[in-house]
């Protein structure tokens, strides 16, 4: 039950596109196509923005979209915006009824 | 509007126990898995426990494999983590999560609760 590898910080001036990388294993990101995105403001819960690899909650900006190669999943920001800026978690199902999520990375706009 | 809701936590010394609650609202309580998500406070999120939605199956990440046990009751729309020989380490943030009733994602979040473990 290994974290998956996410990078510890990404920046981006407002309106740039971004990308943030999820690395897993053949056991779980690469197996399952059940990655979920989450963000999360200080002292707020995490919010759900993306869920099974590349789908979007009702509600949820279209500037947020994910996909996945192999191991890695991606999320990407097209248009960053000031409110965008926040901790951004990706999951996995890693079989035998267990997840296991990145260790975070925090988004700033500069 | 659904609604969870933690609570229990606090100070506890290093090998005590706890309970953690999580009070369910605005959706069908029994139709759902629920899981615990903790957070060391300025570090990352980490998958806990889940338990389905009748209460028959569970599981549990390794570290706390044999000193947590989740339970729920579905009549009182109320999940619980039982925490035993409690560690430093497990000091976090816990927080109370939903999946949808069909999907494995995390849809609805509590606001979490802070256990703290020290002497």
């Known amino acids: 039950q290994s974290a998956l590898t996410q990078p510890a910080s990404v920046s981006g001036s407002p309106g740039q596109s971004i990308t943030i990388s999820c690395t897993g294993t053949?056991?779980?990101?690469?197996?399952?196509?059940?990655v979920s995105w989450y963000q999360q403001h200080p002292g707020k819960a995490p919010k759900l923005i993306i869920f099974?690899?590349?789908k979007r909650p009702s509600g949820i900006s279209n500037r947020f979209s994910g996909s996945k190669s192999g191991n890695t999943a991606f999320l990407t920001f097209s248009g960053l915006q000031a409110e965008d800026e926040a901790d951004y978690y990706c999951?996995?199902?890693?079989?035998?009824?267990?997840?296991?999520f990145g260790g975070g990375t925090k988004v700033t706009v500069l | 509007e659904v609604h969870l809701v933690e609570s229990g936590g606090g100070l506890v010394q290093p090998g005590g126990s706890l309970r953690l609650s999580c009070a369910a609202s605005g959706f069908t309580f029994s139709s759902h898995w629920i899981h615990w998500v903790r957070q060391v406070p300025g570090k990352g999120l980490m998958w806990v426990s889940r338990?389905?939605?009748?209460?028959?199956?569970?599981s549990y990440a390794d570290s706390v494999k044999g000193r947590f046990t989740i339970a729920r009751d579905n009549a009182k729309n109320l999940l619980y983590l039982q925490m035993n020989t409690l560690r430093v380490e497990d000091t976090a943030v816990y927080f109370c999560?939903?999946?949808?009733?069909?999907?494995?994602?995390?849809?609805?979040w509590g606001q979490g609760i802070l256990v703290t473990v020290s002497s």
């Open positions: 099974e690899g590349s």
């Open positions: 999560a939903r999946f949808p009733s069909s999907g494995a994602h995390f849809d609805h």
């Open positions: 053949s056991s779980d990101v690469g197996f399952y196509d059940l």
């Open positions: 999951c996995s199902y890693a079989g035998s009824s267990t997840w296991v």
């Open positions: 338990i389905n939605g009748d209460g028959s199956s569970t």
